[in-house]
């Protein structure tokens, strides 16, 4: 039995351009993989095995966020208002009851 080696398959996130091409719609839910790969970053991060959450602005101001173990999943687009009054209100305490067991 003869053995044709392949060729190596790209990786689709390290070929992919490090900006968005001209007048690409960027909207909630979409493919994280069709962002540019620079500039996520992890603003956090704790003890859960290296499932972090990571988020990116946008050149329009928007922040996108993502899950760091399905990079190319889907990314949700918040407004800078909206990020603000996230922040704001897990400052506040307003968020605890996502950590507490029912």
Same mark, same amino acid.
């Given at each position: 039995m003869s053995h044709i080696p392949r060729t190596p398959r790209p990786d $689709? $996130? @390290?070929a992919r $351009?490090?900006?968005l091409r001209p007048g690409r719609r960027i909207y909630n839910g979409m493919p994280a993989a069709d962002l540019? @790969?620079?500039g996520w970053t992890k603003p956090w991060?704790? *003890?859960n095995g290296g499932a972090c959450v990571e988020a990116m602005k946008l050149a329009d101001g928007r922040v996108a966020v993502r %899950?760091? !173990?399905d990079p190319d999943g889907p990314a949700l687009i918040y407004t800078p208002g909206e990020i603000a009054a996230f922040? %704001? *209100? @897990?400052?506040a305490g307003k968020a605890d009851f996502l950590l !507490?067991? !029912?």
């Open positions: $689709r $996130r @390290a $351009r490090s900006e540019p @790969a620079d991060s704790g *003890g %899950q760091s !173990t922040i %704001q *209100g @897990a400052k !507490t067991s !029912t």
